[in-house]
């Protein structure tokens, strides 16, 4: 089943490539569990302070970032596509329910392919515009998105 | 299996709820077929020039609304849950690929059941806020969607 994003448009789409150790099974469990997703899902020393998953489609992808001063930056969106252990699509162009969002900024898909060590692991971002495109490479997309395949990879070892 | 636009919300969405006496099949079909859909979608005399439906999960669903001054008015969107004969789910907040949209609407919604004479149809417009509500509403909705069920039902017996 090829998947609903089709080809990134690099005008347009942020796309993040890794190979990882650990087995999409995992990788999997890291993404729709609350309690494992808040270890690993911002940059350090950012925390999550609340995530809440109902995965189905539709259902409701909540998560509240907090910065090193204190400041909160919730995020609500839902699941547009789940083939477990093999790709996650989600949005905040659409809040749960499917109803649309006051201020849509991207669509993600999370692609896990199993490798002989592990896990193919690609994040694609897809935006409305341009704009959108060049403000969320300016907030640090690939290093970001990068240190969070890190901190996950090691908190899947250690757990 | 429920239906993932949940319970509608009076401030925020529109119902239009009708008892028709042709089959659920055949409904599905004039809202799957862009030779059966341009028959009917619009109040007459307006027109659908164009439709372009890719009936997947991401797909397109693309009319070209065609006023009788002959002014065009494109939309674009996609197909966000398909269960055939039973409810289909578009958007005009994404875009086919799931990109997001940069004038999101509404997202609708069609629900059908069948009933001893025919359909029970439901359908459902969520908006992003009260403003969206009123604006569809002032659109004339209600007349509209109600409207073009009796062109549907008036199509699909004489076809």
């Known amino acids: 089943m090829t998947s609903p994003l089709g080809m990134p448009d690099p005008k347009l789409d942020l796309v993040l490539e890794r190979e990882i150790d650990v087995p999409v099974e995992l990788v999997w469990k890291a993404w729709t569990t609350p309690d494992h997703l808040k270890n690993w899902f911002v940059p350090k020393?950012?925390?999550?302070?609340?995530c809440e998953i109902d995965l189905r489609v539709g259902g409701t992808f909540r998560t509240v970032m907090r910065s090193p001063e204190g400041?909160?930056?919730?995020?609500?969106?839902?699941?547009?596509e789940i083939v477990p252990n093999q790709r996650?699509?989600?949005?905040?162009?659409?809040?749960?329910?499917?109803?649309?969002?006051?201020?849509p900024f991207f669509t993600a898909g999370l692609l896990l392919?199993?490798?002989?060590?592990?896990?193919?692991?690609?994040?694609i971002a897809?935006?409305?515009?341009e704009a959108g495109r060049e403000t969320h490479e300016q907030m640090g997309f690939h290093d970001g998105w990068g240190t969070v395949v890190d901190q996950m990879v090691a908190y899947i070892k250690a757990n």
Do not use: M, Q, S
């Open 45 to 50: 020393p950012w925390t999550v302070t609340e």
């Open 71 to 80: 400041d909160e930056f919730p995020n609500l969106g839902c699941y547009l």
């Open 88 to 103: 996650l699509i989600f949005t905040d162009a659409l809040l749960p329910g499917f109803r649309p969002a006051p201020k």
């Open 113 to 123: 392919e199993p490798t002989a060590t592990g896990t193919r692991y690609t994040a």
């Open 126 to 129: 897809v935006h409305a515009d």
